[in-house]
């Protein structure tokens, strides 16, 4: 049987090309032996608006939907979640691409398998000033409103938004960024003890939790760099990394 592949938190954006780089030889290459991709938030560093696209000074986001485009055309089921960056990626997005935009958490039943998707910044939950931000920039009232902004000036917002991130991102203990226990447990009982596989938290690894007396694995997926990608690949019996160069 073909794979299904999963990945997260690329971040692309004109400053990191080598990332691009990779990612465009993954979907040309690898992910095209798959039966479905997932991508589970953070495609994108940004994304202002599907409007971007129109945007011939963002020739990044017309090459990336680009190949996406090809790669369901070729005959690869597409899933894309919305992450902490680009949780504005819209209907417009998915049909230029062919990709199925996904809520957060999705069950997800394979071949061999069950696994609960998500992101995983909603189990950041000791974060309170970002769960504040997200619950606001999520409301559909603020997109709208913040959608009939000029592009020129959502970019400016979306620049400086990143920038206050970091900042915050130094100032913070780590494990305000990371999963919350409790939270993490709870959410495992309440999608019935199936695997869970997220990104966000840039911390790759496998986490085995006992819930209620039921062992439940979690998967954390890697962020990309310039050197390396990375992406979890189920071949209906096991879960595997595998390293994208």
Known sequence: MRPTLFISDLHLAPQAPAVTRIFLDFLRGRARAAESLFILGDLFEAWPGDDCLDDPADGLAAAVVAALHELVTAGVGLAVMHGNRDFLLGERFAAASGARLLPDPWLLALPGGEFVLAHGDALCTD?????????LVRRRDWQQAFLARPLSERKAVAAALRQQSETAKRDKAQYLMDVNPVETDD???????????????????????????????????????????????????????ECLD
Request: glycine share 10%; hydrophobic share 35%; with cysteine.
């Open 127 to 135: 974060d309170r000033e970002y769960q504040s931000f997200r619950a």
């Open 187 to 241: 959410f495992l009982r309440a999608h019935g003890y199936v695997g869970l596989i997220h990104g966000h938290t840039h911390r790759p690894a496998v986490h085995d939790h006992l819930v209620d007396g039921i062992h439940v694995q979690r998967w954390v997926l890697a962020d990309w760099h310039a050197s390396r990608g990375e992406c979890l690949c189920w071949d209906g019996e096991r879960l595997t990394r």
